[in-house]
């Protein structure tokens, strides 16, 4: 096995990486007690090769690896990229671009929402992974040969997937509905952590702007804590902890303390005075500051049948041509059309999703196609 802990081996696998066509990458990380993950393997195979680099390794610089994911000309292959790519924009400093994620991929050829990588491998490949080092501490060496073996089959099973998918999918002509599916994972937004946006990862409760300013700035507050001292969100305040601040919204330390989602004694702490002094800011700057919602459509009542009818057809016809039905239409695309017909925009109703569910889903809310049961089976019939 080939495990890289030195420049010139990592060099030699990467001058030779740059110029196949594509290479499967995966990585093991731990984020337990820290806010940015700490990269602790890379697995990387090409057609012909195949190597674990120890991003751990004394002396070790990663810039030849970060120049091939950035190498438009290769194919990365990752499986459920979403992990890895944040760790790869932590990195490099931008997106790598040409992804191909076997997990969406697989989602076009028949093997339901978010497949994992195990499953894939059995379905396509008969081959059952061995999980037994699943719950490894990757930051600790040495690592055990077993170890290192789970590892690295995570990229050569892939590297044996990944060509047969590409042929299938082409003779399907269903790759443009891949890279479609693939394209939102390649947005820097996807993987930045700009404080001022920290709020969107909470729900809203309250949609008045003194709630929202409060929220905002609690939410932005804390993401700057964590990423200086570079500890998980819930280790400066957890989330329960945001919904108090915003519905109380503390003008003192006195009152901060007094807050049932406030630790004990958190008041006395240096970091106090500047999220009072954050939140006070941001309720007297509310109409510039507060997010301003999207407007909200609210939807006619008596809707529940109407939508199992839409979510039952949707089966039927992903089912005909063997694609995962969230690929075509999630739960919101379906409540958006079961209210508003022709006019919901979603993608449901447009190009090749259309054609597919979008069309028929048109003609049974118009009363032109029926379900009936046929034996035991749901049948979708025109009554038109």
Same mark, same amino acid.
């Given at each position: 096995?080939?495990?890289?802990?030195?420049?010139?081996?990592?060099?030699?696998?990467?001058?030779?990486?740059?110029?196949?066509?594509?290479?499967?990458?995966?990585?093991?990380?731990?984020?337990?007690?820290?806010?940015?993950?700490?990269?602790?393997?890379?697995?990387?195979?090409?057609?012909?090769?195949?190597?674990?680099?120890?991003?751990?390794?004394?002396?070790?610089?990663?810039?030849?690896?970060?120049?091939?994911?950035?190498?438009?000309?290769?194919?990365?292959?990752?499986?459920?990229?979403?992990?890895?790519?944040?760790?790869?924009?932590?990195?490099?400093?931008?997106?790598?671009? #040409?992804?191909?994620?076997?997990?969406?991929?697989?989602?076009?050829?028949?093997?339901?929402?978010?497949?994992?990588?195990?499953?894939?491998?059995?379905?396509?490949?008969?081959?059952?992974?061995?999980?037994?080092?699943?719950?490894?501490?990757?930051?600790?060496?040495?690592?055990?040969?077993?170890?290192?073996?789970?590892?690295?089959?995570?990229?050569?099973?892939?590297?044996?997937?990944?060509?047969?998918?590409?042929?299938?999918? #082409?003779?399907?002509?269903?790759?443009?509905?891949?890279?479609?599916?693939?394209?939102?994972?390649?947005?820097?937004?996807?993987?930045?952590?700009?404080?001022? #946006?920290?709020?969107?990862?909470?729900?809203?409760?309250?949609?008045?702007?003194?709630?929202?300013?409060?929220?905002?700035?609690?939410?932005?507050?804390?993401?700057?804590?964590?990423?200086?001292?570079?500890?998980?969100?819930?280790?400066?305040?957890?989330?329960?902890?945001?919904?108090?601040?915003?519905?109380?919204?503390?003008?003192?330390?006195?009152?901060?303390?007094?807050?049932?989602?406030?630790?004990?004694?958190?008041?006395?702490?240096?970091?106090?005075?500047?999220?009072?002094?954050?939140?006070?800011?941001?309720?007297?700057?509310?109409?510039?500051?507060?997010?301003?919602?999207?407007?909200?459509?609210?939807?006619?009542? #008596?809707?529940?049948?109407?939508?199992?009818?839409?979510?039952?057809?949707?089966?039927?016809?992903?089912?005909?041509?063997?694609?995962?039905?969230?690929?075509?239409?999630?739960?919101?695309?379906?409540?958006?059309?079961?209210?508003?017909?022709?006019?919901?925009?979603?993608?449901?109703?447009?190009?090749?999703?259309?054609?597919?569910?979008?069309?028929?889903?048109?003609?049974?809310?118009?009363?032109?196609?029926?379900?009936?049961?046929?034996?035991?089976?749901?049948?979708?019939?025109?009554?038109?």
């Amino acid at each position: 096995m080939n495990v890289i802990t030195t420049q010139a081996a990592l060099d030699a696998f990467c001058d030779a990486a740059s110029t196949k066509s594509f290479i499967c990458v995966d990585t093991e990380f731990m984020r337990e007690s820290t806010f940015y993950s700490i990269l602790c393997l890379i697995q990387a195979a090409t057609e012909d090769d195949e190597v674990i680099i120890d991003p751990l390794a004394e002396g070790l610089d990663l810039a030849p690896f970060q120049a091939l994911l950035l190498n438009t000309k290769i194919t990365k292959v990752l499986h459920a990229a979403r992990q890895d790519m944040e760790i790869f924009y932590q990195m490099c400093g931008t997106v790598p671009q #040409n992804i191909f994620d076997t997990q969406i991929a697989a989602m076009a050829l028949g093997f339901g929402d978010s497949a994992g990588y195990g499953a894939l491998v059995k379905g396509r490949l008969n081959i059952n992974l061995d999980k037994g080092a699943r719950f490894t501490d990757w930051s600790r060496r040495p690592l055990s040969e077993k170890q290192l073996s789970y590892a690295l089959a995570d990229v050569t099973h892939l590297r044996d997937l990944y060509p047969d998918m590409v042929t299938e999918l #082409n003779t399907k002509g269903r790759m443009s509905w891949v890279l479609e599916e693939m394209a939102p994972q390649l947005e820097e937004k996807l993987y930045t952590f700009e404080p001022e #946006n920290a709020w969107e990862r909470l729900k809203v409760r309250n949609p008045k702007k003194h709630y929202l300013a409060a929220l905002k700035a609690a939410a932005a507050w804390r993401e700057r804590q964590a990423i200086e001292k570079n500890i998980p969100r819930r280790r400066v305040l957890k989330d329960d902890a945001m919904y108090d601040l915003a519905q109380q919204k503390p003008k003192d330390i006195a009152a901060l303390g007094r807050l049932r989602g406030i630790p004990r004694g958190f008041e006395k702490s240096r970091s106090a005075k500047a999220l009072v002094e954050s939140l006070n800011a941001a309720i007297a700057n509310a109409d510039d500051y507060a997010p301003k919602l999207p407007k909200v459509q609210h939807m006619p009542p #008596n809707l529940g049948p109407t939508i199992e009818m839409l979510k039952t057809l949707l089966r039927l016809r992903t089912e005909y041509v063997d694609i995962a039905p969230r690929m075509v239409a999630n739960n919101a695309d379906i409540e958006k059309l079961a209210a508003f017909g022709v006019k919901a925009d979603i993608p449901a109703l447009q190009g090749w999703r259309k054609d597919i569910f979008g069309n028929d889903a048109l003609k049974m809310l118009a009363g032109k196609i029926a379900l009936r049961l046929e034996g035991r089976e749901v049948v979708a019939e025109d009554v038109s």
